[in-house]
Nanobody, 123 residues
Framework: QVQLVESGGGLVQAGGSLRLSCAAS????????MAWFRQAPGKEREFVAV????????YYADPVKGRFTISRDNAKNTVYLQMNSLKPEDTAVYYC????????????????WGQGTQVTVSS
């Protein structure tokens, strides 16, 4: 059974940086497309970024373009989200997700989910 475990969240001041990690276990994820989503208080979960199975392509939501970078290390079965120039509106629980076949911005397209890690950006 696939397990995804996020880490790296925390409290940071506006303008600061954080690097989130999502470690997978249960099987190799080197063939899966991996994504990050986030959910702010009182809001629906929204797409942040996705990376294809081989790292060849990445896609970002408009609010994070130019500030966030998604990457992966298939040897470590881990995907990362480097977040720079953080803003208070980036405050949310961040989730990683995986799917073997689908690649998109809808949460319905992903079969596997982590439990989330809290990111809080103070102004």
């Amino acid at each position: 059974q696939v397990q995804l475990v996020e880490s790296g969240g925390g409290l940071v001041q506006a303008g600061g940086s954080l690097r989130l990690s999502c470690a997978a276990s249960g099987r190799t994820m080197r063939s899966d497309n991996m994504a990050w989503f986030r959910q702010a208080p009182g809001k629906e979960r929204e797409f942040v970024a996705v990376i294809t199975w081989n790292g060849g392509s990445t896609y970002y939501a408009d609010p994070v373009k130019g500030r966030f970078t998604i990457s992966r290390d298939n040897a470590k079965n881990t995907v990362y989200l480097q977040m720079n120039s953080l803003k208070p509106e980036d405050t949310a629980v961040y989730y990683c997700a995986a799917d073997l076949f689908r690649l998109g911005s809808s949460e319905r397209e992903y079969d596997y989910w982590g439990q989330g890690t809290q990111v809080t950006v103070s102004s």
